[in-house]
């Protein structure tokens, strides 16, 4: 079975530019959530989709945005990149939350 | 606000041996999940082992067994027979329940070294 897959793998993007970071659930998942991991800390919440509704934010600015499409699949937007969204990006599944969530490898997104 | 709390920044074993990882959590709520997750080298989160938080029985998945003590707040980790393979940081997780969604929250992390 494939597990929750996240592309790109690697980013490097300049101060000021855009990034779509992409997630594919495991095939039965309905719910997507996205955490944002700086080096050396845990994982903070930025979004939760569950059948294509957001059902959570983060304390994030307006500059991250989300959605979740029929497939169930879901697109991470960063707009106006800055030094501090330097992290890695990690998108999580679950048929339901209670059992626990899979991620996925995540994505590094370095900002220069 | 749910906080999550790990004092223990490194901890290191013997293989072999047996180690136990900290966690603390403050929250209102009285029904609630909590969990252990690993993250490898290779950043993937792996879930180690689920509480449920209405359960008094403490879970025990292989080597892996936690301590929780609802009234205080506590969650710990043990790993028995500790293996290479056990080396990473591991992460304290909480989350609400009653929804089929909802977030984790994390606690700051512990890596844990296994020396042969």
């Known amino acids: 079975d494939a597990g929750v897959t996240q592309s790109p793998t690697h980013l490097i993007k300049t101060r000021g530019q855009h990034v779509t970071l992409r997630c594919s659930p495991i095939s039965g998942h309905k719910s997507v959530s996205w955490y944002q991991q700086v080096l050396g800390q845990g994982p903070q919440f930025i979004f939760q989709y569950y059948e294509k509704e957001e059902r959570g934010r983060g304390n994030f600015p307006d500059r991250f945005s989300a959605r979740q499409f029929p497939n169930y699949s879901s697109e991470l937007n960063v707009n106006a990149l800055l030094l501090g969204d330097s992290a890695l990006y990690l998108c999580a599944s679950s048929v339901n939350g209670d059992h626990g969530y899979t991620f996925g490898s995540g994505t590094r997104l370095t900002v220069v | 606000a749910q906080t999550v709390t790990q004092s223990q920044p490194e901890m290191s074993v013997q293989e072999a041996e047996t180690v136990t990882l900290s966690c603390t959590y403050d929250t209102s709520e009285s029904d609630y999940y909590l969990f252990w997750y690993k993250q490898p080298p290779s950043r993937q989160m792996i879930l180690v082992i689920r509480?449920?938080?209405?359960?008094?029985q403490n879970a025990t998945e292989n080597r892996f067994s936690v301590n929780f003590q609802k009234a205080a707040k506590s969650f710990s980790l043990k790993i028995s027979d500790s293996q290479l393979g056990d080396a990473a940081m591991y992460f304290c997780a909480y989350r609400r329940r009653g929804t089929s969604y909802g977030k984790l929250t994390f606690g700051q992390g512990t890596i844990l070294t296994v020396h042969p």
């Open positions: 509480q449920e938080a209405y359960k008094q």
